[in-house]
């Protein structure tokens, strides 16, 4: 909205150019997430206190995790605030790319909310059920992948982009709509997976969502794209305002959900960031960047496979515990420790990513 507001002064004015670039429009966007974190999250965490809408713990994890019992959850709706009100503020809205991220996001959120009032305010401990929850995500995920492959206006737009490779993009047709759903989908639960510890899952987003800014910047950017022999898609450079009102608002909500937590995300935050991050690498073209920058994701929900895998079929475990984190933590890891070195190993994973713009 800020965006037209300064587009039309600067008709006028040429001071106010300086907000047509997409690039100063994203550094407001992270500023205006992480102000709108910084002013509404102690307000968000009294409220949910006073509801008594706390965490919950499994009886068989770790035992330094009961003293977690009661800290408010459900802090994700912070996020999803700070970054939509900032999305909207500065981004272009007439961009299709910028509305398709906000719904899957804003739908994500939806679904987790749900999950969580009924596991913590209706006391329901299945939520609003497994089945439930996948269909919920799958009708919303199919409905991104399916709009972006109608209002397509090039063949590259349906192509999977492999990176270290300069010419090699290979054409999926309607196959698209089942790869952009089984990366929006396999994000959100792969990061609601990794959300079991605190800043554990919410500073490898902020990383990858940084790192998918540059690409959106970059893809959509006319002398750029060719330079870096990536793909040209105009219009991809507005989700670079999304990615920085996410990285702004991560930052915000780690300041209350760094060790000791104040706060949690929950489901609604955890299963909306995952689905953000994936369509916002579909649109991109850069779904292998995007596993690659998210390694830590991908780990974490190995890790059940392998673990759930192993039990059903010879009745023995691999790990400790799964996700991976708990098995660390069963080792005797501080959980700080943890988290920390899992933030160093998603920075290591982001920065192999952004590489493969160069090395091609």
Known sequence: MLFYLFD????????????????FRGICGVLTSLLICFVLGPTM????????????VRADGPPTHFDKIGTPTMGGAL????????TLLWADLFNRFVWVVLFTCLSFGIIGWLDDYKKLVDKNPKGIGARNKFMWQSI???SAAV???LTHQSPIELSLIVPFFKDVAVYLGPGFILLTYFVIVGASNAVNLTDGLDGLAIMPTVLVAGGLGIFAYATGHAVFAPYLAIPYIPGTGEVLVFCAALVGAGLGFLW??????????????????????????????????F?????????????????????KLVGKRIFKMAPLHHHFELKGWPEPRVSVRFWIMSLILVLVGLATLKIR
């Open 8 to 23: 039309t002064l600067a008709h006028e004015f040429s001071v106010f150019n300086v907000f047509r670039y997409i690039t």
């Open 79 to 86: 996020i999803l605030v700070s970054v939509v009100l900032s």
């Open 45 to 56: 965490i009294r409220r949910l206190s006073r509801h008594q809408i706390g965490q919950t």
């Open 140 to 142: 919303v995920g199919l």
């Open 291 to 311: 596993f690659i920058m998210g390694g830590i994701f991908v780990i974490e929900t190995i890790s059940v496979i392998l673990q759930v895998t192993s039990y």
């Open 147 to 149: 709009f972006l492959y």
């Open 256 to 289: 209350f959900n760094t060790y000791p937590a104040q706060v949690f995300m929950g489901d609604i935050g955890a299963l909306a960031l995952g689905a953000s991050l994936g369509v916002v690498a579909v649109v991109v073209r850069q779904e292998i960047a």
